[in-house]
């Protein structure tokens, strides 16, 4: 009956601890502070632009969307801001 609970407990504890690293995936998305200073775009990668073009608490996301020939094609939005503005 411990074991039991032992690893009701485990469980529950690598369920959350999945859930959290899947919900804060966008905090790993790299930033900078200029479209320019991306350098190799890869296919799925997301950079944010923090240059001020979008709305009051968003940022622009580049990402890799499309491969054409040996080129990524890059795609722009606006996302909402997650966090406190890094300088």
Avoid: Y
């Avoid at 009701?8 to 200029?34: I, T």
């Avoid at 296919?43 to 979008?54: A, F, H, P, T």
């Avoid at 890799?64 to 801001?81: D, E, F, H, L, N």
């Amino acid at each position: 009956m411990v074991k039991t609970s032992r690893t009701k407990l485990f469980s529950v504890a690598l369920l959350g601890g999945l859930a959290v690293l899947a919900l804060s995936h966008s905090a790993w998305a790299e930033q900078v502070g200029r479209e320019r200073d991306i350098v190799n775009l890869r296919l799925g990668q997301r950079i944010r632009v923090d240059d001020g073009s979008c709305p009051a608490g968003q940022i622009k996301e580049i990402s890799g969307a499309k491969m054409i020939s040996a080129t990524v094609i890059p795609t722009r939005k606006c996302v909402p801001r997650l966090g406190a503005k890094t300088k």
